[in-house]
């Protein structure tokens, strides 16, 4: 950033204009305990040069994310990202564009929405995709808004333990002051059981929620939770809502084939960065004989009156443009240059690429995995089927083994803890084509200092 000296005058003018009287005045709403009580020590009398110099020499001392090895997933992940995406994306044809009102002049956006959903519709499985959502939380509450309209009826959505706790919260928070309520469906050895499934259903049930990969890394089995929905009959059975991983869908069969009405998942995973959790993009695709349920807007190809091809809105049934009654939901706008990103990635791998991004990821894993559960101590935590993800039991806190990995300069799994109170001794692992062998040799190595031996605490009576 480029520096601009100001004199006293000039400081005085400005904090006039904005109505304070110092410049401490400006910083009271930050906590006393963050700020910092000295000036900078910054040399004086030094030219701009020398003292930009010296600011550079400062950074370089911090360490990027990027310079050590990381396991962290739960939802966000560090991929490979090809060159040539960051160029095209930031080419201003692209990042200066917003929502596309005018089709006659946004042909190149339309067009980018349209593969978009294209490329998304194979993915998943289904037949109609829209523009993109805010993100994977925000879809999964849209889905089931949309599966009430659907089905005209019920009051309860069944949700699976499995499914993000974040997109648990923000399904809450819509649901709110929504007639429909929320019922959680625990999990059985990691993955949702089809048994338990079928008991809760009831005549209210218009609709249930599963992520697979879960969010503990466990595969569910869709076949079977479809089954159990459809033993009800096509007027009883509630819609199948899936959760998907779109990494994952380069080797596991799409939700679509499963029997799932609306599938939604995130996006960061398709050529986005992690940037600290966003921004990121999220899918939701679904079938045609729901497109007028569909939140958000959807882009068409069509022919002009010469016979050429272009693209329009066809869908947009949104609180800007119609009755607010008839609105399908309030969702604004869609992520458009994360998801113009997601299709880029799509584009530059194609399907062959996104099955070797997917099967390096599960042949890391489950070489760390038979590693990991070899040191004494480290049990694994139940027995179901995983990709490239899953959580460890740890002779220690799990929060104490992510402090000690920090120290060794290595970004441990998440503590569950985070989440569920219950799990304090266990950490989730993610493994992408990012882990290198030295990277998990590394992990191996340090958590074989953790604990090793230590005897377990006696569970109380």
């Keep these: 950033m480029p520096?601009?000296?100001?004199?006293?005058?000039?400081?005085?003018?400005?904090?006039?204009a904005i109505g304070v009287e110092t410049l401490e005045d400006l910083f009271r709403g930050i906590p006393g305990a963050i700020r910092l009580h000295r000036p900078l020590r910054i040399p004086s009398r030094r030219s701009e040069a020398e003292i930009l110099a010296e600011l550079h020499a400062l950074a370089s001392r911090n360490r990027r994310m990027d310079d050590r090895p990381s396991f962290l997933?739960?939802?966000?992940?560090?991929r490979f990202i090809p060159a040539a995406l960051d160029y095209l994306s930031s080419r201003g044809e692209f990042n200066t564009s917003y929502t596309p009102y005018q089709p006659e002049v946004s042909q190149g956006t339309l067009q980018a929405?349209?593969?978009?959903?294209s490329l998304i519709c194979r993915l998943t499985g289904m037949e109609i995709s829209n523009a993109?959502?805010?993100?994977?939380?925000?879809?999964?509450?849209?889905?089931?808004?949309?599966?009430?309209a659907v089905k005209g009826h019920g009051t309860r959505v069944l949700v699976s333990e499995g499914i993000h706790p974040e997109y648990r919260r923000v399904l809450a928070t819509y649901l709110k002051n929504h007639p429909v309520e929320i019922e959680v469906l625990p999990l059985e050895d990691g993955v949702t059981s089809p048994r338990s499934l079928e008991a809760a259903l009831r005549e209210d049930t218009l609709a249930f929620?599963?992520?697979?990969?879960?969010?503990?890394?466990?595969?569910?089995?869709?076949?079977?939770?479809?089954?159990?929905?459809?033993?009800?009959?096509?007027?009883?059975?509630?819609?199948?809502?899936?959760?998907?991983?779109?990494?994952?869908?380069?080797?596991?069969?799409?939700?679509?084939?499963?029997g799932a009405d609306i599938v939604v998942g995130d996006g960061q995973q398709l050529g986005n960065y992690p940037s600290y959790g966003g921004p990121t993009f999220g899918f939701f695709a679904t079938r045609m004989a729901h497109v007028r349920k569909v939140p958000g807007?959807?882009?068409?190809?069509?022919?002009?009156?010469?016979?050429?091809?272009?693209?329009?809105?066809?869908?947009?049934?949104?609180?800007?443009?119609?009755?607010?009654?008839?609105?399908?939901?309030?969702?604004?706008?869609?992520q458009g240059l994360c998801s113009l990103r997601g299709a880029m990635y799509l584009s530059f791998l194609g399907e062959t690429?996104?099955?070797?991004?997917?099967?390096?990821?599960?042949?890391?894993?489950?070489?760390?995995?038979?590693?990991?559960?070899?040191?004494?101590?480290?049990?694994?935590?139940?027995?179901?089927?995983?990709?490239?993800?899953?959580?460890?039991?740890?002779?220690?806190?799990?929060?104490?083994?992510?402090?000690?990995?920090?120290?060794?300069?290595?970004?441990g799994g998440?503590?569950?803890?985070?989440?569920?109170?219950?799990?304090?001794?266990?950490?989730?692992?993610?493994?992408?084509?990012?882990?290198?062998?030295?990277?998990?040799?590394?992990?191996?190595?340090?958590?074989?200092?953790?604990?090793?031996?230590?005897?377990?605490?006696?569970?109380?009576?």
């Excluded at 520096?3 to 006039?16: C, K, N, Q, V």
């Excluded at 997933?73 to 560090?78: D, F, I, T, W």
């Excluded at 959760?243 to 939700?255: C, D, H, Q, R």
């Design 3 to 16: 520096y601009f000296p100001h004199t006293a005058g000039d400081r005085e003018a400005m904090l006039r």
């Design 353 to 411: 690429g996104l099955r070797e991004v997917a099967t390096v990821s599960a042949r890391r894993a489950h070489g760390a995995f038979a590693r990991l559960t070899a040191i004494p101590g480290i049990e694994k935590v139940w027995d179901a089927p995983f990709l490239d993800e899953f959580p460890l039991r740890l002779p220690v806190p799990a929060e104490e083994a992510y402090r000690f990995l920090e120290q060794r300069g290595i970004g």
């Design 209 to 258: 929620a599963f992520q697979t990969p879960n969010f503990f890394g466990s595969i569910e089995d869709g076949r079977a939770i479809e089954k159990v929905l459809g033993a009800r009959g096509a007027d009883a059975r509630p819609l199948l809502i899936a959760v998907a991983n779109p990494i994952a869908l380069g080797v596991l069969e799409p939700p679509g084939r499963q």
């Design 113 to 117: 929405i349209f593969e978009y959903q």
């Design 73 to 78: 997933g739960a939802g966000v992940y560090r």
């Design 132 to 148: 993109s959502m805010y993100d994977a939380a925000t879809a999964l509450a849209e889905a089931v808004l949309m599966a009430h």
């Design 297 to 334: 807007r959807i882009v068409g190809e069509t022919r002009d009156v010469d016979g050429k091809r272009g693209y329009v809105l066809t869908f947009q049934t949104r609180e800007q443009h119609i009755r607010r009654e008839r609105a399908t939901s309030n969702i604004c706008t869609n």
């Design 414 to 461: 998440l503590p569950l803890v985070r989440y569920f109170p219950e799990r304090d001794d266990q950490m989730l692992f993610a493994f992408t084509e990012m882990a290198t062998p030295k990277d998990v040799d590394a992990l191996v190595g340090a958590l074989e200092e953790v604990g090793v031996g230590a005897p377990r605490p006696a569970e109380a009576p």
